[in-house]
Nanobody, 136 residues
Framework: QLQVVESGGNLVQPGGSLRLSCAVS????????IGWFRQASGKEREGVSC??????????????DSPDSMKGRITISRDNAKNIVYLQMDNLNLEDTAVYYC???????????????????????WGRGTQVTVSS
């Protein structure tokens, strides 16, 4: 099982930016899928973005249709050397307040990794979350 640790959550003013980090270790297979989710108080968890790839396959990113409110304001990326996935969030607003979770999984198939991202489900390893609070 992969080990997943998020960091970077903080209190930020509306209009501000944050970069969350997700360190993943324990990979043994060729392909990976790593996704960011968030859960606001009293609401269901929702997928935010995802990145998948492999040792010899370029990383590809995926942004689900929802939350629509985050489109254009977030960027997911991966530092392959450090095995860290970043979620850059800009122009934050009050509705972005939530616990942000990173989830990861690996596969022997790039198709499976892609499917996990496209469906934003099926991840076997989750971090404990990092709190993002947007407030003036």
């Amino acid at each position: 099982q992969l080990q997943v640790v998020e960091s970077g959550g903080n209190l930020v003013q509306p209009g501000g930016s944050l970069r969350l980090s997700c360190a993943v270790s324990g990979f043994t297979q060729d392909y990976y899928a790593i996704g960011w989710f968030r859960q606001a108080s009293g609401k269901e968890r929702e997928g935010v973005s995802c990145i998948f790839g492999g040792n010899e396959t370029d990383a590809r990113t995926y942004y689900p249709d929802s939350p629509d409110s985050m489109k254009g304001r977030i960027t997911i990326s991966r530092d392959n050397a450090k095995n860290i996935v970043y979620l850059q969030m800009d122009n934050l607003n009050l509705e972005d307040t939530a616990v942000y979770y990173c989830a990861a999984d690996e596969s022997i198939s790039i198709s499976t990794a892609k499917a996990m991202c496209w469906m934003m489900r099926g991840f076997g390893s989750w971090g404990r979350g990092t709190q993002v609070t947007v407030s003036s």
